[in-house]
């Protein structure tokens, strides 16, 4: 059993409006359980394989879900890079290995499979990229159309691969990802498309698992969680799965919340570092990390909320930090990510570097989306391939 409450003004509303936010406040919904209603032991979920769907009592979906068997990311223990920061318990999350690449996959079995149970029959999203290669998979898998927006010329190579294959109708707009998502928005209110940006509550539901998972995975809570933050959606989702496990009785302390942007995207950093209420939107945010080029994050309250309540932090890391840990991570621990994924990495570096962080932490980083999402970021940081006549003696002589 569960509502959808506003975060703002607490107002209440059924499981089955189509509402993205709140009609009294206009504020952001979140889906509210009765816990008392849940029935399940950590015994009974650790029977069950490590997918997302194992925690499917803290889930919305009634019924058979929309699925592609997402979830159960490996926990990479970062050794040589911990080893060099003097950190013991570096742990990183690669949501690169989900169905699609990216953590987003989370959210789409979720959202598309509650786009299905309320009758909904087109699903559609603005998009950094990793969103609309999410949503054309699982719109495919539910056999139902999809529309995308993405800022035209801004959008990594893979990712609009990705959207074109499966099927989805691709709009590129000559405009920022801000944009993007506001007429997207003013095109499902008025035509009746069912909205999966991460203003819509379910899909946040299934990014939660992330955290749910981590915690298994390593038998406990860890000190801190660290994540790239682009819309905030994820970091706010990690926080309130990771609350509900508390009030359930599963966990005893949450993790002190760490969310990392680029410089020239960084409105959250501004907010904590200057005790802002709310954030100043940048008006034309730039990184190499495209899947966090983002303003003006729809997300912040509930972001700015797990960073404070966890006395966690934010910081900003340069374009250069990140495609040096995007290289170090791949180079030095066989994980490959894309640039916004390495941001995380790159923030406890800078933190840890900086003393802002205690050494004995156990940490999680999430490392959000693969490696081959965006190939051109790649090709420009390495020597081309060295090409020679085919003979050994060329062979050879390349290699001497
Ligand atoms: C979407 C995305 C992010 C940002 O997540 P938010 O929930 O918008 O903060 C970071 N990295 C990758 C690879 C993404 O696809
Ligand atoms: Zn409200």
Redesign the pocket.
Request: no cysteine; charged share 10%.
């Given at each position: 059993m569960f509502r959808l409450v506003c975060v703002n003004c607490g107002a209440d509303y059924n499981q089955n409006e189509i509402i993205y936010h709140c009609p009294k406040c206009g504020h952001l919904l979140t889906v509210e359980y009765d816990m008392d209603t849940i029935d399940i032991s950590r015994a009974e979920w650790d029977k069950r394989p490590l997918r997302l769907w194992r925690y499917k009592e803290l889930l919305p979906v009634a019924g058979e879900p929309v699925s592609l068997q997402e979830g159960g990311t490996p926990l990479y223990h970062l050794k040589t890079i911990g080893k060099e920061l003097g950190l013991k318990e570096l742990y990183a999350k690669h949501?690169?290995m989900n169905p699609s690449g990216?953590?987003?996959d989370r959210g789409m079995t979720v959202g598309v499979s509650m786009a299905i149970q309320l009758g909904m029959k087109t699903v559609a999203c603005a998009s950094?990229?990793?969103?609309s290669a999410s949503l054309a998979v699982y719109a495919a898998k539910a056999g139902i159309p999809a529309v995308v927006l993405l800022p035209a010329g801004k959008v990594a190579l893979g990712k609009v691969a990705q959207a074109l294959m499966h099927g989805a109708k691709v709009i590129a707009i000559r405009g920022n990802f801000d944009k993007a998502l506001e007429m997207v928005h003013d095109l499902c209110i008025n035509e009746g498309l069912y909205l999966l940006n991460?203003v819509n509550p379910y899909r946040l539901e299934g990014?939660k698992t992330i955290g749910f998972e981590a915690v298994d995975q390593l038998g406990g809570v860890p000190d801190r969680f660290v994540?790239?933050?682009?819309?905030?959606?994820?970091?706010?989702?990690v926080y309130k799965g990771l609350l509900e496990l508390q009030n359930l009785g599963f966990i005893d302390s949450l993790p002190m919340m760490t969310?990392i942007q680029a410089e020239g995207a960084s409105p959250v950093v501004d907010a904590i570092h200057n005790k802002r209420e709310v954030l100043v939107p940048e008006a034309n945010p730039e990184t190499v990390?495209t899947?966090?080029r983002?303003g003006a994050?729809v997300?912040a309250e509930k972001?700015l909320r797990a960073i404070r309540e966890t006395n966690g932090t934010a910081i900003a890391v340069t374009d250069e930090e990140i495609l040096a840990m995007q290289r170090s991570l791949a180079r030095k621990e066989g994980i490959g990510?894309?640039p916004?994924?390495a941001?995380s990495v790159a923030g406890i570096k800078k933190l840890a570097e900086e003393g802002l962080i205690d050494k004995d932490e156990r940490i999680v980083c999430v490392v959000?989306?693969h490696l081959l999402?965006d190939p051109e970021a790649v090709i420009k940081q390495c020597e081309p391939p060295t090409e020679i006549d085919a003979n050994l003696e060329s062979l050879l002589s390349v290699l001497r």
């Open positions: 949501e690169g990216s953590f987003k950094t990229g990793n969103t991460s990014q994540l790239p933050v682009g819309n905030a959606g994820n970091i706010s989702a969310g990390a899947a966090i983002i994050p997300n972001a990510v894309e916004a994924s941001a959000t989306g999402k």
